[in-house]
């Protein structure tokens, strides 16, 4: 009896280890049976990911993360655990974002390739991508926290636009606004105005153009019988007399030419003599301004232009007297 007991025992504490080892590995997500595959990632932050976060392909959990650690280059090593029969990617790259409002974290797993549109997201890839080595690129989305503060501070910033817009227009700015579009008003009425102004002007000068049209049309026709007349003093032999007078003319303006010609050669010819002559001349002409010689002193002395007209008077009396008393000056005899 007293075996039985200790029997019974014995197996109620090996069942209870065993329960407590099966629990302990359960807890642990140890396992057991090499179901999953470790991969590793490379962050530069993982946010609010930690070590147990779910792993989800396609928004469908596949894995957990199982360690999370500093390497170098001040990158952020994570390592996955993922089931085998999960058929991953060509090229796998992981984001880890929030997964809910309560602060949970995943890493999500997709194709590297295409990139995401999302500059951030495309250039963290790029970077984690170019450190080379056997880990995913991986990137991390803001979490919601940080799009909240973002919001919020868009928000403020719209407000402060709202309230300088408000402060901006005013009572004064609207008014000033009310005036401009009065004034603008009178610059299109007063333009109404011009421009009807201007349409009579232009009817003006069109008619103008007109007139000038005809008159061209006038000086056309005039050109046209000047023209015929032409023709008729051709067939008249009228213009053939005219050319031949013409070259007449001609040969006679040559020969004028070559006598021009003549006379400038014998020019040439005498223009030592010229030159002499012109020299005497000049030197007579200085001579005569000095009042040198009887004609300088007769150019430059007034007395004998004085006595002249002394002479011209008293002989304008003789002839007055002679004209009034002729006996007392001729004396005719016969005998």
Known sequence: MKRSNEFAVGLAVLAALALVIGGALWLSETDVNQKQ????????????????????LRGVRVGRVEAIR?????WVET?????????????????????????EWSANIFNYEPLPTDPNLRNALLESDQAGGDAWPGATLPDIGQLT???????GDV?????????????????????SVKDLAEISGRLVTFAGAQTTRIDRVSQNVTTTSD??????????????????ATADNELKDILENSRVSSSDLRAAAADLRSVMAAARDNQA????????????????????????????????????????????????????NPKKYLKISVF
């Open 215 to 232: 008159a061209f049309a006038g000086v056309a026709r005039t050109f046209q019988n000047a023209v015929a007349r032409l023709d008729t």
């Open 273 to 324: 003599g010229l030159v002499s002559v012109v020299q005497q001349a000049d030197s007579l002409m200085t001579r005569i301004q000095e009042g040198n010689g009887t004609l300088g002193m007769l150019a430059t002395d007034s007395t004998l232009y004085r006595e002249t007209t002394m002479t011209v008077i008293q002989f304008r009396e003789l002839l007055t007297d002679i004209k009034a």
């Open 159 to 179: 407000g402060d636009i709202t309230n300088r817009i408000g402060q901006a227009f005013d009572s004064t700015a609207l008014k000033n606004l009310q005036q």
């Open 37 to 56: 595959v470790t991969y590793h990632a490379r962050f530069r932050t993982v946010g609010g990911l930690g070590v147990g976060s779910p792993v989800t």
């Open 79 to 103: 390592e996955f655990s993922i089931d085998r029969a999960v058929r991953l990617p060509g090229r796998p790259a992981v984001v880890s974002a929030s997964a809910s409002l309560f602060g």
């Open 70 to 74: 500093l390497v170098e280059e001040e």
């Open 149 to 155: 503060a973002q919001a919020s501070r868009i928000a």
